[in-house]
């Protein structure tokens, strides 16, 4: 099992930044991939970024691309997501989630991280 905590949410203005961390714990040897998702009210869960946990890959969704930058800290077990020039439209509920490498999909997610950006 992987335990995911997500923190860093909050309230900020458009055109602001945030930082979101996601801590992993439990069997983080097992871990593949971390990504990120956000929920906004009414919505779909959609994709926002992945970082491959090894290499360091990264691939983010078109949405946030320039804006959003996905990182990690392999020794804290650790994935951020630094938000820049945010806007009314990034507000939603977000959450990491991880890849084991025996199924390939993701199975593990955090409870979630509310960030709300006013116009």
């Known amino acids: 099992q992987v335990q995911l905590v997500e923190s860093g949410g909050g309230l900020v203005q458009a055109g602001g930044s945030l930082r979101l961390s996601c801590a992993a714990s439990g069997r983080t040897f097992s871990i593949l991939v971390m990504g990120w998702f956000r929920q906004a009210p009414g919505k779909e869960r959609e994709f926002v970024a992945r970082?491959?946990?090894?290499?360091?890959?990264?691939y983010a969704a078109d949405s946030v691309q320039g804006r959003f930058t996905i990182s990690r800290d392999y020794a804290k077990n650790t994935v951020y997501l630094q938000m820049n020039n945010l806007k009314p439209e990034d507000t939603a509920v977000y959450y990491c989630?991880?890849?084991?490498?025996?199924?390939?999909?993701?199975?593990?997610w955090g409870q979630g991280t509310q960030v709300t950006v006013s116009s």
């Open positions: 989630a991880a890849i084991p490498g025996d199924t390939g999909k993701y199975d593990y």
């Open positions: 970082i491959s946990w090894s290499g360091g890959n990264t």
